[in-house]
């Protein structure tokens, strides 16, 4: 079936500690996106990719990281100087030059 | 720059039909879509509709657009407990060609029983 996965679902971290979320597509999507989701508030993207090797900062990129080296993947590191990282993390996919993106089941990432 | 305003919160009984707002600023949006997210999940493609078109209906689903007032709406014929989920209307960012979409905060739909 085609779709995309994230990895872990859940997933704990310490403070002063840099964790990679997984983003896994194959649907043969050109563009993958990361998205924030607080409660009560929309989603906020942090970083999107058109192509692999190359990506952008979206609204919220600082504290974070991420790498585009193939396309179906698009991994995201939340690192330490993300001053409020517990959040819930939603990564998506699209078709080049947008349209439909298709989203992952999330993972919900807590700062002990 | 572009955005996209939902209010928060419906509450509707079983039966009744609902009807989400939403209200955007980039006129020339190719497309808008609707998005559900149920507790703890992902988000899911509702339906969508064309920029030049006034009304598009699929089963219990129908969305209008007025494009003079910039404003679109969901309404859910018959809803059922199922339906109760966080709705997300969202715009396609036309300033630039990148795929990027606008969400608006989402409405959190109640059905009571």
């Known amino acids: 079936d085609g779709g995309i996965t994230q990895s872990p679902k859940y997933l704990f971290r310490k403070e002063g500690q840099n964790v990679t979320l997984s983003c896994e597509q194959n649907?043969?999507?050109?563009?993958m996106y990361w998205y924030r989701q607080d409660p009560g508030q929309g989603l906020r993207l942090i970083y999107y990719s058109q192509i692999v090797n190359d990506f952008q900062k979206g609204d919220i990129a600082e504290g974070y990281s991420v790498s585009r080296e193939k396309k179906e993947s698009f991994p995201l590191t939340v690192t330490s100087a993300q001053k409020n990282p517990t959040a819930f993390y939603l990564c998506?996919?699209?078709?080049?030059?947008?349209?439909?993106?298709?989203f992952g089941p999330g993972t919900r990432l807590t700062v002990l | 720059g572009e955005d996209v305003e939902q209010s928060l919160f419906l509450s509707v009984r079983e039966g009744d039909s609902s009807v989400i707002n939403c209200t955007y600023t980039?006129?020339?949006?190719?497309?808008l879509y609707w998005y559900k997210q149920e507790p703890g999940a992902g988000l899911q493609l509702l339906t969508y509709i064309f920029s030049n078109m006034d009304m598009k209906q699929d089963q219990r689903l129908t969305v209008l657009l007025n494009k003079k007032d910039k404003h679109l709406s969901l309404r859910i014929a018959d809803t059922q407990t199922g339906d109760s989920a966080i709705y997300f209307c969202?715009?396609?960012?036309?300033?630039?060609?990148?795929?990027?979409?606008?969400f608006g905060q989402g409405t959190t739909l109640q059905v009571k029983p």
């Open positions: 649907l043969n999507h050109d563009a």
């Open positions: 969202a715009e396609s960012e036309s300033s630039s060609n990148t795929g990027k979409l606008i």
């Open positions: 980039d006129s020339s949006s190719t497309y």
């Open positions: 998506a996919s699209s078709n080049e030059g947008g349209g439909e993106q298709f």
